[in-house]
């Protein structure tokens, strides 16, 4: 056999057998479910309340606290003239590709409280997710999606 055939021919073996290492390492990482919580996650464009259109949930921080808990870490801002108090947020963590039926990344259910006239504030909660911190995806391929439970 000549010897660029015998390159060739290792090339392609080797290129095979690294193409069935990545499918089978990132089946695995792709097919683990998240769990969901106890409520369902509602429609973010079923909320009706008045201050969704002044607040926007950014910065989504993901990660593991002393007691090795996944926890998830986000800003608020309040963009109104007026401070909003005894907000309560539904927050839906999807992926940035994730279809429409997709089962979310996580559902947090966010007591925040009050939040200044056109002002910020953090809230940070524990992930509830079967996902360990290094199976979650990078916070650039997070979207947030939330709904005001409270105040109405």
Not at 88 to 115: C, F, R, Y
Not at 122 to 144: C, S, V
């Amino acid at each position: 056999m000549p010897a660029w055939l015998v390159g060739i021919i290792t090339v392609v073996v080797l290129g095979g057998a690294l193409f069935g290492l990545y499918k089978f390492v990132g089946g695995r990482g792709s097919t683990s479910t998240a769990s969901t919580t106890a409520t369902k996650p509602l429609d973010p464009a079923a909320s009706k309340n008045p201050y969704s259109k002044y607040l926007e949930v950014v910065g989504v921080r993901l990660f593991e606290n002393e007691a090795k808990k996944s926890v998830v870490r986000f800003t608020v801002i309040n963009h109104s003239p007026a401070e909003v108090s005894g907000l309560e947020l539904q927050v839906v963590l999807n992926t940035v590709d994730a279809k429409p039926d997709a089962e979310p990344v996580s559902v947090i259910a966010a007591k925040v409280g009050s939040v200044p006239a056109n002002g910020s504030k953090e809230f940070e909660a524990i992930l509830n997710t079967k996902m360990k911190i290094y199976e979650l995806p990078d916070w650039q391929f997070l979207k947030t999606q939330f709904v005001v439970t409270a105040p109405n």
